[in-house]
């Protein structure tokens, strides 16, 4: 039953979003009105399938997992992206020094 359920969902999104290709001569406001209906009803007959059910499960507990979240503060943020660049030219420099340390070793053998 899930498969019937799941193939006639995927139906009427492809029928709506064939139907907006082929009235490219109506209104774009009404086009896209059926291709927003049909995407609400065919999330509405996935959602009474087993997948389409533990699929919402797992978003209803991902946003509440979300809001658990402690998200930095502004302060926090700038200066965690402060020390990022920092560390970042600090590499930089470190890495340039051994790039021409070794490419002054190399020129020197070579010569």
Not at 42 to 67: C, D, H, M, P, Y
Request: proline share 2%; hydrophobic share 60%; aromatic share 10%.
């Amino acid at each position: 039953m899930d498969k019937l359920l799941l193939t006639v969902a995927f139906s009427v999104l492809a029928g709506g979003i064939a139907a907006f290709i082929i009235y490219d001569e109506q209104s774009e406001l009404y086009r896209w009105l059926g291709v927003v209906v049909a995407t609400a009803i065919a999330f509405t007959i996935a959602l009474q399938t087993e997948l389409g059910k533990n699929s919402w499960g797992f978003v209803l507990e991902a946003r509440t997992e979300v809001r658990k979240v402690v998200w930095p503060t502004p302060r926090e943020t700038m200066q965690m992206a402060f020390i990022v660049i920092v560390m970042v030219l600090i590499m930089a420099i470190i890495l340039w020094a051994f790039d021409s340390a070794l490419g002054a070793i190399v020129k020197s053998l070579l010569n």
